[in-house]
């Protein structure tokens, strides 16, 4: 994630929306005060920078979410102030309201079920990589990107998702709405090689498996019209 106080915006990075590319884009435009997350394996180019440090922990640990509160606890005694995964919500008690309200926030989502399948080829290079894609959707966790920015409401909390099929026009455009000089620069495409099989997801789903994802990601087709 990024968080720019040159230009005051703050990116949200979401799963399987080439959020490093944009990383190592946003980056490369940062100056030393602002905040970028690690990425790993590194990228060329991208440097990580003030994403350590401690923060008021009740705020977060007031939300009663077992695992949530986990999860903040252990950042809390690593110093773990940002991650390359944070959620808006955990931005928002570490930055401060002020910076959230003022700040531009954004993320990228894809449709879910070419998101999904690009995920399951991810995880076929993991060290327990699925026998299937029927596999993969029966145990493991799904990509989902929603709760990375909304709250427990499932209010979106950030001022623009944009789309990840039309990526290089939306993002550009913010940036230049944020008077972000970007003239001549381009997205590289970081992590981009994992899938192997360039088949139309149409081709791949049963009617069984379609109807399985539009359950799992429904908050995200009806905000931003995704269609199988």
Request: with cysteine; glycine share 6%; aromatic share 12%.
């Amino acid at each position: 994630m990024i968080i720019s106080h040159k230009y005051r915006f703050i990116f949200i990075k979401t799963r399987k929306t080439a959020g490093t590319s944009i990383e190592v884009l946003l980056s490369s435009l940062c100056d030393d005060r602002d905040v970028c997350t690690p990425i790993y394996p590194p990228e060329l180019g991208h440097v990580a920078r003030n994403y350590k440090g401690r923060w008021p922990l009740s705020a977060e640990l007031s939300r009663q979410r077992t695992g949530y509160n986990v999860k903040s606890a252990t950042d809390w005694i690593k110093g773990r102030r940002f991650r390359n995964h944070s959620g808006a919500q955990d931005v928002k008690h570490r930055v401060g309201a002020d910076i959230w309200r003022s700040y531009t926030t954004f993320c990228v989502d894809r449709n879910p079920w070419d998101k999904t399948l690009s995920h399951f080829h991810m995880c076929l290079r993991g060290s327990n990589p699925p026998g299937s894609f029927t596999d993969y959707l029966a145990n493991t966790a799904l990509c989902l990107n929603y709760p990375l920015y909304s709250d427990e409401q499932g209010q979106v909390m950030v001022d623009r998702v944009l789309r990840y099929e039309n990526l290089n026009a939306e993002l550009f455009e913010l940036l230049s709405e944020l008077g972000v000089p970007c003239a001549g620069a381009r997205l590289v495409n970081a992590k981009g090689n994992y899938r192997k099989d360039r088949r139309h997801y149409r081709e791949i789903y049963s009617q069984q498996q379609r109807q399985h994802i539009e359950r799992a990601f429904a908050p995200e087709i009806a905000l931003l019209g995704y269609q199988f």
